[in-house]
């Protein structure tokens, strides 16, 4: 990427601070360098764009992108080692740690990290990176051809059918708008149907992500240009470790997931390290605590975030503090159920509308393929179905319709942010 795509990001992450824009950070878990692919990187984006228009529509605000693509390649586990009965026999093997790393493949040799994996990377996040430049310069995401990104897989039946007339609706109204807008001689149109899309990552490998930090002619400082928006995970963000240490030295944006075990003190350190001018646009700071625990952890952080005056901008994942296990037909497969993400999201916004911080946007994981990772949503899908298309390497992604049912709820009752 460039340091002016990522001055650019951080304006317009400043003025979703500000309330004038609604953040939606989104992709898979762990992208596979095989899915680098026109299809399956056409479709992530196309459920992206057609999420944003159902929040354009609702919140009345622009959107702005943020893919979890282009370099998602490297993952954090809980447990360094995996043991699996394989004929019969219990074995264990490194964890799978993402593309960059190791191979997902349940062998001695897919598990062995290869280093020429982090060469690879850079050459998938490129090609990634080139193909969405070159569809969003062709016009696929202008926001005059909704039609553009529809689905291959789906019929006209693939939303429930109060969501697709009601998506429809929403597709005419927009059209007729940005129609009376250019009769008017608008001149915001432009950048208004310019649809841009951000690249973002866990800065997890900082020998992938500290050999792509450079100077640039003309800016002072250092800049990332791997992704626009790297972002360091629950599990390594140490005061006093690497990840922080690193990302303190770089001129991007830096996000910083903020978890239930975070607290307060640890919170305010954190951005006092990360953002020390305390600048609009620099900090992202990412919610993610459980439907079970937001209600007790995320208002003290707010109050005190809120006390101390400090600029950052929150999202809320309400992905992955709802992760759970089950066994279905003798394996065990991690889930999370639609209705926790629901409910933590309800329960996030209702502790953000009770203080003077903006809740202003969503980060969540999802594809546009068919899959079955997570259970219920409209379409009521159970345990026992979870085994019928699994596809992630990591943890489970919303599918297009949980996610379009998601930027639904969103739109009808996210009044206050
Ligand atoms: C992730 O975003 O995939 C992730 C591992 O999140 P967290 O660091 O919040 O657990
Ligand atoms: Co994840």
Not at 79 to 95: A, F, I, W
Not at 233 to 245: F, I, N, S, Y
Request: net charge neutral; hydrophobic share 40%.
């Amino acid at each position: 990427v460039t340091s002016w795509e990522i001055e650019r990001l951080r304006t317009q992450l400043a003025e979703a601070e500000e309330g004038k824009r609604f953040v939606l950070q989104g992709g898979d878990c762990a992208e596979g360098f095989a899915d680098c692919r026109p299809g399956p990187i056409a479709d992530k984006l196309k459920v992206l764009l057609q999420m944003s228009m159902v929040l354009v529509h609702g919140l009345k605000r622009p959107v702005l992108r943020i893919g979890r693509f282009a370099g998602q390649y490297a993952k954090p586990r809980s447990s360094m080692t995996e043991t699996r009965v394989v004929d019969g026999q219990q074995r264990t093997l490194p964890s799978y740690f993402g593309d960059l790393i190791n191979r997902a493949a349940f062998d001695e040799q897919s598990r062995t990290p290869d280093p020429t994996l982090l060469i690879a990377g850079h050459a998938h996040a490129a090609t990634t990176l080139n193909f969405i430049r070159s569809l969003v310069d062709g016009g696929f995401a202008d926001l005059h051809h909704p039609e553009y990104w529809d689905l291959a897989f789906l019929s006209k039946a693939g939303l429930p059918p109060l969501l697709r007339t009601e998506y429809e609706r929403m597709r005419a109204s927009l059209a007729d708008g940005l129609r009376f807008m250019e009769a008017l001689g608008e001149t915001t149109i432009a950048e208004l149907t310019r649809v841009e899309f951000f690249s973002s990552h866990e800065a997890l490998s900082l020998w992938y992500d500290s050999s792509q930090t450079r100077t640039v002619p003309r800016r002072d400082g250092y800049y990332n240009l791997s992704t626009h928006l790297p972002w360091i995970g629950d599990r390594t963000r140490q005061l006093d470790g690497a990840h922080v240490e690193y990302c303190r030295g770089i001129k991007n944006p830096v996000g910083i997931k903020v978890g239930p075990g975070m607290s307060s003190d640890d919170l305010l350190h954190a951005a006092q390290l990360l953002n020390p001018a305390n600048e609009k646009g620099k900090l992202v700071l990412i919610a993610r605590m459980g439907a079970g625990k937001v209600s007790a952890h995320l208002p003290p952080l707010l109050d005190k975030w809120s006390k101390a005056g400090r600029h950052g901008l929150w999202l809320v994942d309400p992905m992955h503090g709802n992760t759970r296990a089950v066994q279905v037909g003798g394996a065990t497969i991690k889930t999370r159920s639609v209705d926790d993400v629901l409910r933590e999201l309800a329960l996030a916004h209702d502790s953000f509308a009770r203080t003077s911080v903006r809740l202003g946007g969503l980060h969540i994981e999802l594809t546009g393929e068919d899959v079955t990772e997570c259970v219920g949503g409209a379409a009521g899908l159970r345990e026992e179905d979870l085994t019928t298309n699994y596809a992630s390497f990591c943890d489970p992604r919303l599918n297009y319709q949980q996610a379009m049912e998601l930027a639904f709820v969103i739109a009808r009752t996210f009044r206050r942010i």
